[in-house]
């Protein structure tokens, strides 16, 4: 019969062990300790879902009107080195429409990059591929709002065949073709082309490759699209 002091694993054997297969958990990720460690803020190391629940938990404290009470002063030393977003947005540049308020987030956070209309264009392509391929940001959430400016313009543009001044003509071109897919649809047709652009726009971040689609494919990143309500400060999910 072997003694106990014969089978029992050493200390050092049971700390090398537990060094190389111990994880932490956030959310509903499991995430490797080392990974951990690199990240500037661990807690950001996040599943697409759980993302996306994150995001969704602070709206509604937004909504509520019950924000975190951040002390910046103390995020922003760990964030000199890097960043590791938990989501990437894309929205509106509508000064009524901030995302880090809307969804309750501190430093680091969000990834986020705005223009009016909230469309997929060369730059915010680029960005939004920065941020999934070397942010490894498992989540992309197109944001449109209602009462949006750029897109009444161009409903406007339309209607009178007459181009807007200036460059603001480059984003009736980009809207555009929303805005005539919802034109035979019953309804508002501002509401109609405002929620088709979000969705236009989700499909094209989810098809594009090489970067985001085969993300996608992969399950490492989720592509969705939200609508902000100006009035209660609501975000609805378009799926």
Sequence with gaps: MYHLTNIAPSRRSLLLFAASTVCLEFGNNIVDAK????????????????????????????????PRVDDFRRERPALVDGQNPCAAVLSCADSRVAPELVFDSGLGDL???????????????ASMEYAVAVLNAPLILVLGHDHCGAIDATIKSLDQGKPPPGHISSLVRALAPAVKATREQAGDTFAQATRQNVIDNVNKLKSTGPIL????????????????RIDTGKVDIVR
Excluded: S
Aim: glycine share 8%; proline share 5%.
């Design 213 to 228: 689609n085969a993300a996608v494919e992969q399950h490492r990143l989720k592509v969705v699209g939200g609508l902000y």
């Design 111 to 125: 990834f986020v990059c705005r223009v009016a209309g909230n469309f997929v264009n060369d730059d915010t392509l």
């Design 35 to 66: 990974e951990a460690r690199r990240a500037p803020k661990p807690n950001n190391l996040l599943v697409p879902d759980a993302a996306l629940k994150r995001l969704l938990k602070g709206n509604d404290r937004y909504v509520q009107g019950a």
